[in-house]
Nanobody, 121 residues
Framework: QVQLVESGGGLVQAGGSLRLSCAAS????????MGWYRQIPGKQRELVAS???????NYADSVKGRFTISRDGAKNTVHLQMNRLEPEDTAVYYC???????????????WGQGTQVTVSS
């Protein structure tokens, strides 16, 4: 079982910045992927940014050039620096960890409690 604790959401004006953090209860380098998703009411949860276990970062097209994901192995924490925020970025942001267990390839997703990000125009 992996616990994820998020922090850093809030209200900001368009063009502003926020930094989200997600602290995991286990070694983040043991995860297959770790990152951030977001969800608007009535819509599907979508990937924002994530790391693979090999250290590659993936971003949604809508946030490329504005958001940066980083990780701190010593603190088992992943951060999401969000710059030039837009009203369309308003959502609940969830930290996610994916673990794929051998030998059967069993996939388990772990989720944080979610943190609200609101961008006013």
């Amino acid at each position: 079982q992996v616990q994820l604790v998020e922090s850093g959401g809030g209200l900001v004006q368009a063009g502003g910045s926020l930094r989200l953090s997600c602290a995991a209860s286990a070694n983040i380098f043991s995860f297959n992927t770790m990152g951030w998703y977001r969800q608007i009411p009535g819509k599907q949860r979508e990937l924002v940014a994530s790391f693979t276990s090999g250290g590659s970062a993936n971003y949604a097209d809508s946030v490329k050039g504005r958001f940066t994901i980083s990780r701190d192995g010593a603190k088992n924490t992943v951060h999401l620096q969000m710059n030039r925020l837009e009203p369309e970025d308003t959502a609940v942001y969830y930290c996610n960890v994916l673990i794929i267990r051998l030998p059967w390839g069993t996939r388990t997703d772990y989720w944080g409690q979610g943190t609200q990000v609101t961008v006013s125009s």
